[in-house]
């Protein structure tokens, strides 16, 4: 809604309404120690025609026209125009959680097909109904890890993505978990490592590819998990499950991450989807919904809410999440993009990506810049060292029209030159030949 008015009449009549005689009465429950206490220090208020020039130059400051090379779990691929089409459909658009199954068969339908397509390309059972971000699923998984095993401790890799790790490491205060990491070795993690380490543990938590664009030893990390009878959790980018291995077939019981490199913008890193998926054993332990596929009286196929976790549906002390946001409209847009797709789209997806990052990998060696794990397989990411502070080497490059990626020094000690490096099916090699030259002229 672009316009919404508010009187004072307007004021006065709601406060009317549920019974109190002021806006101090209606907090009068709050600690004062907790209130502002003054006014806010904004400038007086706009006239409209005013107020909407203001925020055009505001606008105006965005920078739009750079190419992109900034990954770190958000990435630039290519959404395909069917996707805003079917979102803008008002049944998608404007439904929320499907509480009456006879009034909400489409986003039921829908929310079935997304989690069918999360199974598929897992390779795991079973999937819930999307309400996270890549960030807190990997938390949710460790809590299921928890109430499965019996256990406190979760193991996590240091190449997992930054800003899922400080997620956990919150999350784990309330869950009661012990937190340890476990250091790469040039770039990957070394299963025997790991497996000295999930001795004990509830999960062992892997990013595939690592944070670094690295292929881990997947399989064999897994599998280290599984000696230490702790649950195996792979954190994983939807699109590389193209050409990648599916989780579910080397052995994990839990399969999550961000979801918004299918079907979402980058959108200044949010809203998005996060997906979560797991072996058939522990799907009453899942957090979230889970839509099922059934008959109504008539034979004829319906959707229901098969389980519900949240604490909106059961106890307090039964529920298994207590988040409420949800990204089912997100979680639609990847549905879509990846049925556009199919599995041979999106094997040429991954592949491609691969090639362009090899070709953007042989360029730069090719003039003097070195790569920071010159010897482990990527995929779409890779790490070079610029020579410089890398904050320095963004800064230099934006004035050039280049976004060259993202500073590794800002979450590891010893990686102030280095630079982690996305490339995705959007760019071209004539862009790639652009991001050479700035860093290397």
Request: charged fraction near 20%.
């Amino acid at each position: 809604m672009s316009y919404i008015s508010l009187t004072n009449a307007d004021r006065e009549e709601m406060l009317a309404a549920i019974g109190v005689a002021s806006i101090d009465e209606l907090f009068r429950d709050i600690p004062a120690a907790m209130r502002f206490g003054r006014e806010l220090d904004v400038p007086p208020a706009l006239a409209e025609a005013e107020l909407t020039r203001h925020l055009e130059e505001l606008a105006a400051k965005n920078i739009l026209d750079d190419i992109s090379f900034l990954g770190a779990g958000m990435y630039d691929h290519y959404v395909p125009a069917v996707v805003d089409a079917v979102l803008q459909r008002g049944e998608f658009l404007t439904a929320y959680t499907p509480y009456q199954p006879e009034l909400s068969q489409g986003v039921l339908q829908a929310i079935f097909e997304y989690q069918t397509a999360i199974c598929e390309l897992t390779g795991m059972d079973v999937s819930n109904a999307s309400g996270y971000d890549g960030t807190t699923v990997t938390a949710d998984a460790c809590f299921v890890a928890k109430a499965e095993t019996g256990r406190t401790k979760v193991v996590v890799t240091e190449a997992t993505n930054p800003q899922v790790r400080q997620v956990l490491k919150t999350y784990a205060r309330g869950f009661g978990l012990e937190i340890v990491e476990v250091p790469h070795d040039g770039g990957i993690t070394d299963p025997d490592r790991l497996r000295a380490a999930a001795t004990d543990a509830a999960a062992v938590v892997f990013q595939q590819p690592n944070f670094f664009g690295c292929l881990e030893p997947a399989p064999d990390l897994a599998a280290a998990a599984l000696d230490a009878a702790a649950l195996p959790v792979a954190h994983v980018d939807l699109i590389s499950l193209g050409v990648l291995e599916a989780p579910g077939n080397y052995g994990c019981a839990l399969a999550v991450g961000e979801g918004q490199s299918a079907g979402n913008f980058i959108s200044y890193g949010g809203p998005h989807y996060g997906f979560f998926a797991a072996r058939e054993s522990l799907i009453r332990r899942l957090p979230g919904r889970i839509v099922g596929e059934t008959v109504d009286t008539a034979g004829k196929r319906g959707y229901v809410l098969t389980l519900q976790t949240r604490e909106q549906h059961i106890r307090r002390e039964k529920a298994t999440s207590n988040i409420t946001t949800n990204q089912t409209l997100l979680a639609l847009a990847g549905l879509v993009h990846l049925s556009l797709l199919g599995p041979e789209g999106l094997r040429e997806t991954g592949e491609t990506c691969m090639a362009l990052a090899q070709y953007a990998k042989d360029t730069l060696e090719a003039r003097g810049v070195e790569l920071l794990f010159p010897e482990k397989a990527t995929f779409k990411e890779f790490a070079v060292r610029t020579g410089q502070n890398g904050r320095d080497a963004v800064r230099g490059a934006r004035t050039h029209g280049v976004n060259p990626g993202y500073p590794l020094g800002r979450d590891y000690p010893g990686m102030d030159d280095a630079l982690l490096i996305a490339v995705t099916e959007k760019r071209t090699t004539e862009e790639i030949d652009r991001l050479v030259e700035v860093l290397a002229p």
